[in-house]
């Protein structure tokens, strides 16, 4: 089992739906980041998370540390939003541990 | 404030032989950690360097090796190349260790026949 799960692994939507992406993790974390990759590979933070909530723009991570569950939620989704977003733990050591990442399409 | 840098943007190389990756770190950052993305897959750690000492390493074999010079840039030497090795390299820098945010720079994709 993967230290970091993330659901759904594909997502498709229309422009306007509310978005949630969930990432699950099982070891003790120092913080949590989620990340948005583009085709062509260049990645973006989007939040790093160790309590509560963080909003920037139309985006709201949350993470509730006791369930070791963090979800990502985008509101009014647009198709630039399309990416594929990755969410990674930080424990005790410097490494992030990444989950696979969810593929978000967003239709006009 | 210029982002992180790294090149080549694409290489192909073949089995057997040596690959350098190169990455510049933002400026003020003096940590700099790479990162291997097989297709399909999320990131795997390969190691970071902090102030030009080596600071943790993932599961990874000695042919990978780095270097971070005195202005933090950093190098990423796979040696004896293997067709699994085939992948998208990422390097991404930050301002310290711990718990900060990392930015990444547009990776260099390998390919190795």
């Known amino acids: 089992k993967n230290e970091v799960e993330q659901s759904p692994q594909n997502l498709t939507a229309q422009e306007g739906e509310f978005i949630t992406i969930n990432c699950s993790y099982s070891?003790?974390?120092?913080?949590l980041h989620w990340l948005q990759q583009h085709p062509g590979g260049g990645i973006v933070s989007l939040f790093m998370?160790?309590?509560g909530k963080k909003k920037h723009g139309r985006l709201i991570a949350t993470i509730n540390i006791q369930e070791k569950h963090s979800s990502l939620h985008i509101t009014a989704s647009h198709p630039r939003d399309s990416a594929v977003y990755i969410c990674?733990?930080?424990?005790?050591?410097?490494?992030?541990?990444f989950g696979k990442g969810t593929k978000l399409t967003v239709n006009p | 404030e210029t982002g992180v840098t790294q090149s080549p943007t694409h290489l192909i190389k073949t089995r057997g032989q040596q690959v350098t990756l190169r990455c510049s770190s933002q400026?003020?950052?003096?940590?700099v950690s790479w990162y291997q993305q097989a297709l399909g897959q999320g990131p795997q750690f390969i190691f970071q360097?902090?102030?030009?000492?080596?600071?943790g390493r993932g599961n990874f074999p000695p042919r990978f090796s780095g270097l971070q010079f005195p202005n933090y840039s950093s190098e990423l030497n796979v040696n004896a190349l293997e067709l699994d090795d085939s992948a998208l390299y990422l390097c991404?820098?930050?301002?310290?260790?711990?718990?900060?945010?990392?930015?990444f720079g547009p990776g260099t994709r390998l390919t190795v026949l």
């Open positions: 991404a820098s930050s301002p310290g260790q711990g718990a900060v945010t990392q930015y």
């Open positions: 070891v003790g974390i120092s913080a």
């Open positions: 998370l160790s309590s």
């Open positions: 990674a733990v930080q424990g005790g050591s410097e490494k992030l541990v």
């Open positions: 400026s003020g950052h003096n940590t």
């Open positions: 360097y902090y102030r030009e000492e080596e600071n």
